[in-house]
C-alpha cells in the first residue's frame, strides 16, 4: 500500500481540476429534471457525467417491475411510480418465461414491451436484443432497471446510459 495516500490526493486534485463548477441556475436545472424522471440527483448527475447525455428513455426488467408470469399485474405503488414519470419514454424487457405481450398487458403505462436477453447470451446477441428494443434512440440516453446481476451485464453489451438496482430506482 505504499503511496496509496499520495496517489489518493493525486486523483482528488485532478478530479477537482476535471470537474467544472456549475452556475446554479444549471443546477437547478438539473436537480428538476431528475425530480421528473424519479431519480435522485445524486444517480442522474453521474450518469449525465459519464455518458454526457441526459436520460430520453428507461428499460425496465419485468424482474425489476415485479411481473414475473402470465396473468400478473404490476402493483400499484410500482404503477404509481412509473405513471408519474412524464419525462421518458419506459420501455419493458419481458424475461422468459414472460413473453412481451404478457408484459405489456401487465404494465400498460410502459410504451413498449420487448424480449429480454438470455441471461445467458453472448454480448452480440444482448446488443442485438437491446438495439431492437429500443430503436432509434441513442443507447447511451438510457437507464437500464434491472433486478438481478447478470442484467447489470446488459447495460455494458448495448451501450447503454448505466445500470441501475430496481431497489435503488423503487425504493425497499
Known amino acids: 500500500m505504499t503511496g496509496l495516500s499520495w496517489r489518493t490526493q493525486c486523483w482528488r486534485a485532478a478530479r477537482a481540476r476535471l470537474l467544472p463548477t456549475l452556475p446554479i441556475e444549471v443546477v ?25 447525455h441526459d436520460l430520453v428513455a428507461f428499460l425496465f426488467s419485468s424482474n425489476a417491475l415485479r411481473v414475473l408470469r402470465a396473468g400478473q399485474v404490476l402493483s400499484a ?33 410502459l410504451r413498449a414491451s420487448h424480449a429480454a436477453p438470455h441471461h445467458l447470451a453472448s454480448f452480440a446477441e444482448a446488443r442485438i436484443r437491446l438495439r431492437a428494443a429500443l430503436g432509434s434512440l441513442p443507447p447511451d440516453t438510457v437507464l437500464l432497471i434491472g433486478d438481478h446481476g447478470l442484467e447489470a451485464e446488459w447495460a455494458a453489451a448495448g451501450r447503454l446510459a448505466g445500470y441501475l438496482p430496481a431497489e435503488r430506482y423503487f425504493g425497499s
Open 28 to 52: 437547478r436545472l438539473r436537480v428538476r429534471r431528475a425530480a421528473e424522471l424519479g431519480l435522485d440527483y445524486k444517480t442522474y448527475a453521474g450518469v449525465r457525467a459519464s455518458t454526457g
Open 77 to 109: 405503488d410500482r404503477m404509481v411510480r412509473l405513471g408519474a414519470v412524464q419525462a421518458a419514454g419506459l420501455i419493458g424487457l419481458a424475461v422468459p418465461p414472460l413473453q412481451a405481450a404478457d408484459l405489456a398487458q401487465a404494465a400498460p403505462v
